[in-house]
């Protein structure tokens, strides 16, 4: 069974970057979709980025858009979450999430996906 290991996260100032990352423990991301989610104290979680099976597609929320960039060709098993020019809003716990599948299309409902990381908590000052 793949059990999904987020790594990342923390408490920056506005303005900085992070990387968040998600690798594949028991087993291979291999034709899998990918997804990260946040949520923020008091809200509903929301989709921030997905990734088809094979790297070839990206679907990215309008409110992270041109500020975070979702890729899977790091390490190997690995997807990774490149955070820029964070703001205050931006603070919230983020989800990896994934399921197995045969299309190419990236999937943006969270109610796609089976597998799920523990989440990581992502705090950004003022």
């Known amino acids: 069974q793949v059990y999904l290991i987020q790594s990342g996260g923390g408490l920056v100032q506005a303005g900085s970057s992070l990387r968040l990352s998600c690798a594949a423990s028991g087993g291979t991301f291999r034709n899998y979709a990918m997804g990260w989610f946040r949520q923020a104290p008091g809200k509903e979680r929301e989709f921030v980025s997905a990734i088809s099976w094979s790297g070839g597609s990206t679907y990215i929320a309008d409110a992270v858009k041109g500020r975070f960039t979702i890729s899977r060709t790091g390490a190997p098993n690995t997807v990774t979450l490149q955070m820029n020019n964070l703001t205050p809003e931006d603070t919230a716990v983020y989800y990896c999430?994934?399921?197995?599948?045969?299309?190419?299309?990236?999937?943006?409902?969270?109610?796609?996906?089976?597998?799920w990381g523990k989440g990581t908590l992502v705090t950004v000052s003022s």
């Open positions: 999430a994934a399921v197995f599948t045969r299309s190419s299309i990236p999937i943006r409902e969270s109610t796609e996906y089976d597998l």
